[in-house]
């Protein structure tokens, strides 16, 4: 009996007759997170996280949306509905469904090592999981997130003594708020301004309303000269190239990544500097996730499925794959593989 199923619009749950992460517009959506490859504009209702309101609305407007907190269940049909913290971003989650006995777990997208942006993981038991493979190569194994912001506050202290600005780019979402709050911890802000693109503080805005201790940032139009050569800005990758980049004079840059575990990846990109930091699970977390949950099934939806589902079977469990849209409009930049080149180089070095 699957209680999900793939149809054009999305993955659907047919006894429940409500759909999760759509890519097309549905009557009914549940929501894992905001990023925009599983969080789409144009359903009737949503439902997500209750942490994840202000969030989703910053990035879709007005939407009718309904919340629910952690733990909690609601009933669809003749499906019991509750949503589990999922680690990746703030307000994600994973959707714990059971039907007569059944029990599936769709992950969304996930993430082990806990921080202070998001709640941290909570593995959900059941008989068949729906997983992500964005990094499933046993190349990509993640240091602990401490030092690596301790790398970044280093690489900004030395920018500053130079009186260079450090332009770090991350992704808008998740990544940034990230990292300001591990700034924090590390105990960096002694360094100078923290400045954010435009395109991250609304997003900066939702984490502090919901609660989220993120330190003070500036917009760059606020910040003189003097006090830029010392700051670090963050700023998403899109911004790269463009006159918005001019204002920083002679300045270092870096970016904060999953994909910076490869070689070439900061090479081809001309970046000064490449941390290591992902908001997704590395290869031991993907296997530790599925052992935790015990499910005998497993399904992969995007990321490095061929090689995920072979291990899987090699390890005993009957796996297997969606055909999923999760990877192809950007909305997870994190999620996408990189250039054609250094995607090779991670297959190869898995084999």
């Avoid at 439902?47 to 907190?69: C, D, F, M, N, W």
């Avoid at 250039?339 to 898995?350: G, I, L, M």
Wanted: negative net charge; proline residues 6%; contains cysteine.
């Amino acid at each position: 009996m699957d209680l999900v199923v793939v149809k054009p619009e999305g993955l659907y749950c047919p006894q429940g007759d409500f759909y999760i992460d759509p890519w097309r517009p549905v009557p009914r959506a549940i929501i894992t997170h905001a990023h925009r490859d599983h969080a789409h504009a144009g359903h009737a209702h949503y439902l997500a996280a209750q942490a994840s309101e202000l969030v989703l609305k910053a990035r879709l407007g007005e939407i009718t949306l309904q919340t629910l907190p952690y733990g909690e269940s609601v009933v669809q049909k003749d499906v019991t509905v509750s949503l589990h913290p999922a680690g990746h971003v703030l307000g994600s989650a994973q959707v714990r469904l059971e039907h007569r006995g059944e029990v599936w777990v769709v992950s969304g997208d996930y993430k082990l090592e806990a921080e202070v942006t998001c709640a941290p993981f909570e593995p959900v038991r059941c008989h068949t999981f729906v997983s992500e493979s964005t990094f499933g190569l046993p190349i990509y194994r993640w240091r602990p997130q401490a030092e690596i912001l301790a790398d970044i506050a280093g690489w900004w202290r030395r920018n500053a003594r130079a009186q260079r600005a450090s332009v770090l780019f991350c992704y808008a979402f998740g990544k940034a708020q990230r990292i300001l709050a591990g700034l924090r911890t590390a105990d960096a802000l002694d360094i100078g301004k923290l400045v954010c693109h435009g395109a991250i503080e609304p997003i900066n805005r939702a984490y502090r309303a919901t609660g989220v201790d993120l330190p003070p940032t500036h917009n760059v139009a606020d910040v003189g000269k003097a006090e830029l050569s010392s700051a670090l800005v963050l700023a998403p990758p899109s911004a790269g190239g463009t006159p918005w980049m001019r204002r920083f004079g002679d300045f270092s840059d870096g970016f904060a990544s999953g994909w910076m575990q490869l070689r070439g990846a900061r090479r081809r990109r001309s970046l000064d500097r490449g941390f290591v930091l992902s908001d997704h699970a590395d290869w031991p977390g993907l296997n530790d996730a599925i052992a935790a949950t015990g499910a005998s099934r497993v399904i992969i939806t995007h990321g490095q499925i061929a090689v995920m589902v072979r291990w899987l079977q090699q390890q005993g469990f009957d796996a297997g794959a969606f055909a999923t849209e999760f990877e192809d409009d950007g909305g997870d930049e994190e999620a996408q593989p990189p250039e054609a080149a250094a995607q090779a180089e991670a297959v190869e070095s898995a084999e």
